[in-house]
């Protein structure tokens, strides 16, 4: 029999394209370029599966019309909101995604973020580099503690518990958090994290703040003008969940009128697009989407995707099946 045609839209870690190979009629992506509209299209009107990543934007326009040859589309990557569900479960589409593997790892970012913000690294690598450091001396950049602090978690789900972790237990941070869907009791005790009713009774008492909520509809601008105004005015935010989930523009006001502390983003509404605004600030840090980017993590993500497909073409239900 035939093996199945997947389409890989960007480069993948060499394990893993070669896991694909070994299995698919694979077409993958050695020069790296994201994959346009009509590509995409023509990945799924010519392909059993395609393979997209965060930066292709599976849309109705996408999925939509005639033709659709492909039954699934095998995403790397934990988050989903860059494609339509609706459209693609239209279209006849099962989709996966890739939980659990990267959760470390994001976290991982999440503490860096936090810790560099609040202790000016960012901005102490540049003085170095530009070697305009002219020496110790006690005043100089002196920025705020970490230890012992409130860190308040948007949405308590696997990478937020395992930030909670490393925060709680590395750090000897309280933990509060809001989550409309939260976790069982015992999962709360173990990090000693208390439950806020609201989301804004989190932004009001946190040091930390730290967004773990899915991006998309429902949470776009969820942390507007309004709510970045409850922050306490030493407090500072943290985004490796998804750039659309805070006002962009919001958030700049807030800094540039020292309404907070600082902010440490890894994720950006239109990224790779960064608001030049914010690569003026020193009180801001910033990093390229890196929150799953080891290479073990992203390895186990590819393996991920190839065990998904491997159980749909063999009839079976794969793992993580999203819709
Ligand atoms: C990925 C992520 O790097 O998994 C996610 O949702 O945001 C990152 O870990 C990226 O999305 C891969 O598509």
């Known amino acids: 029999m035939a093996k199945p045609r997947i389409v890989v839209t960007r480069r993948w870690p060499a394990q893993v394209e070669s896991a694909l190979t070994?299995?698919?009629?694979?077409?993958?992506?050695?020069?790296?370029t994201p994959l346009s509209v009509e590509e995409l299209q023509a990945a799924l009107r010519s392909a059993d599966a395609v393979c997209p990543t965060v930066c292709d934007r599976i849309s109705a326009e996408v999925l939509g019309g005639s033709g659709v040859k492909a039954r699934i589309l095998g995403n790397f990557g934990v988050g989903y909101n860059h494609i339509d569900l609706e459209a693609a479960k239209k279209a006849g589409l099962v989709v996966t995604n890739t939980p659990e593997v990267l959760t470390d790892c994001t976290a991982d970012i999440a503490m860096t973020?936090?810790?560099?913000?609040?202790r000016r690294a960012g901005e102490g690598e540049r003085h170095v580099r530009s070697k305009a450091w002219s020496g110790w001396r006690p005043t100089h950049?002196?920025?705020?503690?970490?230890?012992?602090?409130?860190?308040?978690?948007?949405?308590?789900?696997?990478?937020?518990?395992?930030?909670?972790?490393?925060?709680?237990?590395?750090?000897?941070?309280k933990i509060i958090f809001h989550d409309p869907f939260p976790p069982a009791g015992e999962i709360c005790n173990a990090v000693g994290a208390v439950r806020c009713d609201s989301l804004d009774e989190v932004l009001r008492d946190a040091d930390f703040v730290s967004l773990h909520c899915p991006g998309g509809k429902e949470t776009y601008h969820l942390l507007n003008a309004e709510r970045i105004g409850l922050m306490k005015r030493s407090a500072y935010l943290v985004n490796t969940a998804r750039g659309d989930v805070v006002d962009a523009q919001a958030l700049i006001g807030a800094l540039q009128d020292h309404r907070i502390a600082g902010a440490g983003l890894d994720v950006y509404e239109?990224?790779?697009?960064?608001?030049?605004?914010?690569?003026?600030?020193?009180?801001v840090v910033l990093l390229p989407h890196l929150g799953s980017a080891s290479l073990e993590t992203r390895v186990a993500m590819g393996m991920r995707v190839v065990a998904n497909l491997d159980a749909f073409f063999a009839g079976r239900e794969p793992r993580d099946r999203v819709v």
Do not use: W
């Not at 973020?113 to 609040?118: G, I, K, Y």
């Not at 239109?270 to 009180?283: F, I, K, Q, R």
């Open 22 to 32: 070994e299995r698919y009629d694979a077409t993958l992506n050695d020069s790296d």
């Open 141 to 173: 950049m002196m920025g705020t503690k970490v230890t012992g602090k409130v860190l308040g978690l948007i949405g308590f789900g696997r990478i937020a518990q395992a930030m909670a972790r490393k925060a709680h237990f590395g750090f000897g941070m």
């Open 113 to 118: 973020l936090m810790l560099m913000v609040a």
């Open 270 to 283: 239109g990224e790779p697009a960064v608001p030049a605004a914010l690569l003026e600030m020193d009180n």
